[in-house]
């Protein structure tokens, strides 16, 4: 079936440099991704979404890339911080949102 | 602050319980959702209710049964459930469904559900 997936569960970065999350998508039908951030304790936050006639979006600190070619989604955080240390899913819509498992991110001092 | 509340956020409850699930979105959306949060698993969507009508129901088990009495409110009725059920339960809600969900959702911080 369909599934949209990370390639790591668990992603570990020094504070200040940058953190790259990657995210695979299989439909190639998707026309709509978005960013989640989930912090201990909470619901997933939305970050940062992108549509597929994109192929890079900006936010703060945050970069979205999407390449249609190879079906690839990534998130790039800049100069990570402590409070950058959560999970991060991915999820692409076509007729319904699929996400992905989530990759934690783990910031080390 | 996301305009989602979920109450209760913590509950334990056993087999033989009945207990229900409370979600309020204070944002004016039309659609609401309940996903299902389990260990290692990706988001589960279990119910979408769009304009108080149930729009979707992914095979989810009759224990655990949707109510929306209205475009601001969203209940889980949980019953007879087991100890696999035990899970953060996350209401979300989208300005719109049509049919694909596209935009954005605005989830609350989740009911963690102990099934014993």
């Known amino acids: 079936g369909e599934s949209v997936g990370l390639h790591l569960p668990t992603l570990s970065v020094q504070e200040g440099d940058n953190s790259i999350i990657n995210c695979a998508y299989s439909?190639?039908?998707?026309?709509?991704f978005i960013w989640y951030k989930q912090e201990s304790g909470k619901g997933p936050q939305f970050i940062i979404d992108?549509?597929?006639?994109?192929d890079k979006r900006q936010g703060q600190r945050v970069t979205v890339l999407l390449n249609k070619t190879v079906k690839h989604l990534s998130l790039q955080i800049a100069a990570t911080q402590p409070g950058d240390s959560a999970v991060y899913f991915c999820?692409?819509?076509?007729?319904?949102?699929?996400f992905g498992k989530g990759t934690r991110l783990h910031i080390l001092p | 602050e996301t305009g989602v509340t979920q109450t209760p956020r913590h509950l334990v409850m056993g087999m033989t319980n009945k207990k229900s699930l409370k979600c309020e979105q204070h944002?004016?959306?039309?659609?609401m959702y309940w996903y299902k949060q389990s260990a290692k698993k990706p988001l589960e969507l279990m119910f979408v209710?769009?304009?108080?009508?149930?729009?979707e129901n992914n095979s989810v088990p009759s224990r655990f049964s949707p109510e929306c009495p209205n475009s601001s409110h969203l209940f889980l009725h949980l019953h007879t459930l087991q100890p696999e059920d035990s899970a953060l339960y996350l209401c979300?809600?989208?300005?719109?469904?049509?049919?694909?969900?596209?935009?954005?959702?605005?989830f609350g911080e989740g009911s963690r559900l102990t099934v014993l």
């Open positions: 944002l004016g959306h039309n659609a």
């Open positions: 439909n190639s039908a998707s026309d709509y």
């Open positions: 209710y769009s304009l108080e009508e149930r729009v």
């Open positions: 999820a692409e819509t076509y007729d319904k949102i699929i």
């Open positions: 992108i549509r597929s006639n994109m």
């Open positions: 979300a809600s989208s300005q719109d469904w049509r049919g694909g969900g596209t935009g954005e959702l605005f």
